[in-house]
């Protein structure tokens, strides 16, 4: 999913800006998720298997392993993988870190809007006048862990992200989102 803008009906299109803000809903969770559940159910029938001397994998003979300290090891990893694969399955299918930037000028606010873990503060919204918008800035750091994110300068808040956690944006593409919610804000851009 890229950060492009939703295109609106003719009317509202030049009055609403919306970016979708990509969550933990990223192909590369989804590898993740199934790599760690498909493992971590391997170890723990692996350690199963040691202890009740009969063989639930389809692959290999785990009945051979010594039940302690080899099964209950495997057993034990298995387990923690189940547990972190529960994890990334549940911050999946809660879409952390999904939301959107939308600015309106009908109602002159901006509001950024992402989704959190379950509980009190499930929802985390932002929301200011446009006129209190100081800047759009832009920040990119290259070298082995590269950051490029853009920045709302707020008045009394100071910088909001506005772009995804994780895999960077494209220079082009964060370039014009940048420049895009700038002119249509009235605000200049930093950072370039």
Not at 163 to 180: D, I, K, M, N
Request: charged fraction near 15%; charge should be positive; include cysteine.
């Amino acid at each position: 999913m890229t950060n492009s803008p939703i295109t609106e009906p003719s009317p509202r299109q030049e009055s609403v800006l919306r970016y979708p803000v990509l969550g933990s809903r990223r192909p590369s969770n989804y590898f993740w998720a199934t790599a760690v559940s498909i493992g971590g159910l391997g170890f723990f029938l692996a350690g199963l298997s040691s202890y009740l001397h009969r063989n639930l994998l389809p692959i290999g003979n785990p009945i051979d392993l010594v039940f302690i300290p080899q099964g209950i090891a495997i057993g034990f990893y298995g387990v923690a993988a189940l547990l972190l694969a529960t994890y990334l399955w549940l911050a999946i299918a809660w879409d952390v870190g999904g939301g959107f930037n939308e600015f309106n000028k009908e109602t002159g606010f901006v509001r950024i809007f992402r989704w959190g873990f379950p509980g009190k503060n499930r929802q985390i919204e932002v929301s200011c006048p446009i006129s209190d918008v100081q800047a759009v800035k832009i920040v990119i750091k290259e070298g082995l862990n590269p950051k490029r994110s853009l920045y709302l300068k707020i008045k009394g808040r100071g910088e909001v992200p506005l772009t995804r956690v994780g895999a960077p944006l494209p220079l082009a593409e964060l370039e014009t989102q940048g420049a895009t919610i700038a002119s249509f804000l009235g605000v200049p851009v930093e950072g370039l």
